[in-house]
């Protein structure tokens, strides 16, 4: 790699990291002879963790830094005096190749600022993806997708990648014009019902033809900014549950706004991130993937946001006494999802160790739930100590939230 390519590079990486929604495949692509690479299925790829404790990573760049657009919470706008750089479709296919090679990456997500137009861009992303698996790379391929791009370059890039991600940004679109005036939601859902309707037609194609080409077999993904406008989390939450009702939307991710433009006036003066509500956002994002919550049941009206205090799941527990406690031992599946300190693992657990004895509390603690939590919201098989009736929602609350320490106090005191 020569001092010009690698000057570009720490450019372009630099440039990349505030996109977040990217961190697992979700695809199966099996090793074979003579190519270079393979990708596991379920397993996360951006610098994160496998089941067996291995780290998984990914070449995150982007294509050019450069943007004909001047959205405000983005560090790449136009307006902005920053090193700029551009890498070719050779070198960065060149970069890739180099270094999976030398066992560096297991992959490449690839983003990149809008030149010219979004079809001289997207067709540029196409070709990398296209000349990778040209030279037999077998590896994970995420492309992100420009908003306004045609039906062909998105079908093209399909047919390479293993998933595509085009960003909403922010959940409403009034806030949206006003931060990023060339920019609508129409060209964001367009490319996103695009990328479904050829989901959903590979998948009749590969019924009729096992050996067809899979298009964008991990899905699509997208990244919402929460802070920088003043959107609800119910607004936010109740987009992503909509998103996720479409069949090729694997995941929401949600991005704290880094306050990267401080001198522009339309946005939110913070001093750091709020990733408190962005943790939160995430865990509601859990609840309706894995625990059988609807959106409308975590947020309404009367809580429009989320409790900063207490996980989402916690916070329902304690808006709905009337629903406890459960018996564990009688007690359904999905309502043993919805007790506070008792997942997805140790929910099967408990249905299945039930069918031979009754579960009291050494069994429950050997099967894993939370005991801290989960106590004010059941019974099983000893006398239940003091369940949230007898001490009051506020009583549970006050039991589980942490106070800040005085030294935490003194600290908080002095920052403001």
């Known amino acids: ?32 002879k003579g190519m270079l690479g393979n990708t596991v299925g379920g397993v996360g790829i951006c610098h994160s963790f496998a089941d067996d404790g291995r780290c998984i990573s990914l070449l995150k760049v982007m294509l050019t830094n450069h943007c004909i657009y001047d959205c405000a919470y983005c560090v790449n706008r136009r307006s902005n005096d920053l090193p700029r750089a551009t890498l070719s479709v050779g070198e960065l296919v060149e970069l890739t190749l180099e270094f999976y090679r030398r066992n560096y990456i297991e992959g490449l997500f690839l983003s990149s600022g809008v030149v010219r137009n979004p079809d001289y861009t997207m067709e540029r992303l196409a070709r990398v993806a296209g ?5 037999r790379f077998n590896g994970y391929i995420h492309l992100k997708t420009i908003p306004g791009a045609s039906r062909e370059l998105l079908v093209e890039a399909g047919r390479y990648a293993d998933r595509l991600s085009v960003n909403v940004e922010i959940a409403n679109e009034e806030h949206l014009k006003r931060l990023a005036p060339e920019k609508d939601h129409r060209s964001v859902y367009q ?38 406008t003043p959107e609800s989390d119910k607004e936010i939450l109740y987009l992503s549950s909509a998103l996720y009702r479409g069949s090729s939307m694997r995941r929401v991710y949600y991005s704290g706004y880094v306050p990267v433009n401080t001198y522009d006036g339309r946005l939110p003066a913070l001093k750091q991130p709020p990733l408190v509500r962005e943790n939160r956002l995430y865990q509601a994002d859990w609840l309706m993937r894995f625990y059988h919550f609807k959106a409308d049941e975590i947020l309404d009206e009367a809580f429009p946001n989320l409790d900063l205090e207490v996980d989402p799941k916690l916070a329902w527990a304690l808006r709905h006494p009337e629903e406890f406690p459960i018996d564990v031992n009688r007690a359904d599946y999905e ?25 009291g509390f050494y069994e429950l603690k050997r099967i894993g739930i939370v005991w801290k939590k ?5 019974t099983c098989n000893e006398l239940p100590a003091q369940t949230i009736h007898e001490l009051h929602p506020q009583g549970v609350r006050r039991l589980l ?16």
């Open 131 to 135: 000349e990778l698996r040209a030279n």
């Open 401 to 416: 939230v942490k106070k800040p320490t005085q030294e935490r106090q003194l600290q908080l005191l002095f920052e403001e």
């Open 191 to 228: 490319p996103m019902r695009l990328i479904q309707q050829g989901v959903l037609e590979n998948k009749e194609e590969r019924r009729k033809y096992r050996l067809a080409p899979r298009f964008v077999p991990a899905g699509q993904s997208t990244q919402l900014i929460v802070g920088a």
């Open 1 to 32: 790699m020569n001092e010009q390519v690698l000057g570009k590079l720490k450019i372009l990486t630099e440039s990349a990291k505030y996109d977040v929604s990217c961190s697992s495949s979700g695809s199966a692509r099996s090793n074979q």
């Open 374 to 378: 989960a106590q004010y919201f059941i």
């Open 335 to 359: 309502m043993i999802l919805r007790v506070p300190g008792i997942g997805v693992k140790s929910a099967r657990l408990i249905v299945a160790s039930r069918r031979f004895s009754r579960l």
